[in-house]
């Protein structure tokens, strides 16, 4: 089946440390996005990446960091600089830049 | 500065009624509109987009509409069934293929719960 797969669906991660969440999609999409939503707030970009070894800061990029060595395959490390990682993480992926985007389920990251 | 404002954090329509979600922009230079559905703990889903060149899309239940000169759209959907109860997210993009240009992500307001009761 055609889609984007985030993993893993809950992540629970001490301070100070980093990690690394996954986003893979098949459906063979030039761009790829990071957003996270907080309550009571929209879906704020974190990154996005137009094409393969491409990627720009979005909105609120400080304390991430992105990859994009392959096509179907745009992981997001959130670091020990982010100071308040605890969130809902949704990657994104669509044919061209800003066409519909198709979301993957997300991860929820609580620091502990 | 909050690019994409849907003002109403919460809706109620009862079922079989119109639902009518509000989204204001004030970004002149966006020039293509979606709106997604959300449950919680889940990705939202594309529901019907609009370009600048029209003012009206309609699918199915689902209508938006689009007034350039008030930056406003809005998404109708009648009748009103339970499982349209969720949140609703509007967001815009400048430089859209219809533009022929790339700019960034898209850019969300931040949602309306809608609630349909029975």
């Known amino acids: 089946d055609g889609g984007i797969t985030q993993s893993p669906k809950y992540l629970f991660r001490k301070e100070g440390q980093n990690v690394t969440l996954s986003c893979e999609q098949n459906l063979n999409h030039d761009a790829m996005y990071w957003y996270r939503q907080d309550p009571g707030q929209g879906l704020r970009l974190i990154y996005y990446?137009?094409?393969?070894?491409?990627?720009q800061k979005g909105d609120i990029a400080e304390g991430y960091s992105v990859s994009r060595e392959k096509k179907e395959s745009f992981p997001l490390t959130v670091t020990s600089a982010q100071k308040n990682p605890t969130a809902f993480y949704l990657c994104?992926?669509?044919?061209?830049?800003?066409?519909?985007?198709?979301f993957g389920q997300g991860t929820r990251l609580t620091v502990v | 500065d909050q690019q994409v404002k849907q003002n109403s954090p919460s809706l109620s329509v009862q079922e079989g009624r119109i639902s009518i979600l509000n989204c204001d922009y004030t970004n002149s230079m966006f020039d293509y509109f979606l709106w997604y559905k959300k449950y919680p703990a889940e990705g939202p889903t594309f529901l019907i987009s609009i370009s600048s060149i029209k003012d009206k899309n309609e699918d199915g239940r689902f209508t938006v509409f689009l007034n350039k000169s008030a930056k406003h759209l809005s998404l109708h959907i009648v009748p009103s069934q339970p499982g349209d109860s969720a949140v609703y997210f509007c967001?815009?993009?400048?430089?859209?293929?219809?533009?022929?240009?790339?700019?960034?992500?898209?850019?969300f307001g931040k949602g309306t719960h809608l609630i349909i009761q029975p």
């Open positions: 994104a992926s669509s044919a061209r830049l800003n066409t519909e985007a198709f």
């Open positions: 990446s137009q094409i393969v070894n491409d990627f």
């Open positions: 967001a815009a993009s400048a430089g859209s293929m219809y533009s022929g240009g790339g700019a960034d992500g898209l850019t």
